[in-house]
Every structure is written in C-alpha cells, then in structure tokens.
C-alpha cells in the first residue's frame, strides 16, 4: 500500500500548550489494481487561558476516513492521549470519531536552584571567580511540577459497524465513554512529564503515562 500524507500545523504563540490547530490528511494511493484507495482526515485544536495561577486547557479532536480500508486505518479511541481512564484504543474503532478534553492545571513545586561556592575539585559546569574559588552557575535541578484534574469524552459518532470485519463490536467497545481524573506533570528536556490517574464511566481505574504534550 503506498500513502502520500498532508499536514499542516499552527501554533498560536511559542508555547506549545497554549494554542495549536493541527490538520493532516492520508491518501491511499491504488498504484496496483488489488491496492486499497481511500482518504483519512483528521483535524485537533487546543486552546489555553490563564486563570490566575492556574491554566484551563480545552482540546479537540476528530476525524474520518472514506474508502475501501484495512481495519488498522480506523480511528482507536481510549488511552493516554484519548480517553484517559480506558486502555488503548479500548473505546472503540470507527471510521469518524471525536474526542474533547477539558484540564485545570496549577503550579505545586518551583524549579529548585543551585548557587553556591565550592572547591577547584566541584562541578564541572562552573565559573572561575579567583585562582582558588569557583562558583556553580544556577542551574535548574528540577523543573516546575504542576498538578493538574482532567475529563475526557469521546465517541466513535456509531461508525464502528462500519469499520470492516467490526472490530469493535467483535471486542464489545462500547464505542463512547468519558474519564476523569488527576495527575502530576514535571517539566523535563524531553518535554512534561505526566503521570495521570485516572477513573472511567464503567467504574475502572488506571494509571497513565506520558512524556510530551497530548496529541
């Protein structure tokens, strides 16, 4: 099967928590008679505001593939950067879907500094002052540590019947659910660090992690 693949991204400002909208589109291409030929479109926008200390978070996602297509093309809903509260893909797998999320996020721990004197023999990353004192430059130990409560719904718009050989319906997803929870994120070079726990419509509980922003 060969794919040409489109997206296009815009971020409000240099933040990328704050604003984004991002679009990206798959074309299936049937070079060979027997190739399958379809087009899968996907669209989420996430918008940030500043409520004193804290931040509201407000994401959307959708999207939808027309088509003759393999069942891994369709859309799995539930998991980390989904429906937390659920496993992978354990929502559904339709051929649309949707999936908002709302989160209030707040400051907990300030980066820790280091400013401090020591000898010739101390850290490597310093700064001669004399012949025999040496200063560590401030360096961040650890960064900001936010908390942070969540919800997430998504649906799979009853498309999952649809999606060939029904997967879903084969498994028993219920095709929409919702999850809330709380969680920890840290700020790292890698980008936030989250780790999430999290409760789902069905009375489950699970635990989630992830590094970098949610898609």
């Given at each position: 099967?060969?794919v040409?693949k489109f ?9 990328q ?10 074309q299936g ?11 899968r479109?996907?669209?989420r926008?996430?918008?940030?505001v500043e409520?004193?200390p ?6 959307l996602s959708?999207?939808?593939?027309v088509?003759?297509f393999s069942?891994h093309?369709a859309?799995?809903?539930g998991?980390?950067n989904s429906v937390?509260?659920y496993e992978?893909?354990?929502v ?8 908002g ?5 707040f400051?907990m ?7 401090e004197h ?5 850290s490597?990353?310093?700064?001669q002052?004399?012949s025999?004192t ?5 360096a ?7 908390g942070?409560i969540?919800?997430d719904?998504?649906?799979?718009l009853?498309s999952?019947p649809?999606?060939p050989?029904d ?8 095709g929409?659910?919702y999850g ?8 790292s ?6 780790l ?8 489950a509980?699970?635990f989630?992690f ?6």
């Open positions: 099967m060969l040409a997206e296009c991204v815009y971020t409000g400002s240099g933040d928590g704050s604003s984004v909208f991002a679009f990206n589109m798959e291409l049937p070079v060979m008679p027997e190739w399958l030929f379809f087009n479109v996907n669209a926008a996430r918008k940030g409520i004193g804290a931040r509201l978070l407000l994401s959708g999207g939808k593939v088509g003759s069942p093309e859309f799995a809903i998991g980390t937390r509260g992978e893909g354990a559904g797998s339709g051929r649309s879907y949707v999936v999320s709302s989160e209030v996020s400051p721990v300030e980066p820790l500094q280091c400013d020591v000898s010739e023999q101390g490597a990353s310093v700064q002052e004399s025999s040496i200063r560590v430059l401030p961040a130990l650890l960064g900001p540590v936010e942070v969540f919800a719904y998504g649906h799979d009853w999952g649809s999606v050989g997967p879903a319906g084969a498994r028993y997803k219920p929409s659910g809330y929870g709380f969680g920890i994120r840290v700020d070079p890698l980008g936030p660090l989250r999430e726990y999290a409760f789902n419509d069905r009375q509980k699970r989630h992830g590094v970098g922003h949610r898609n």
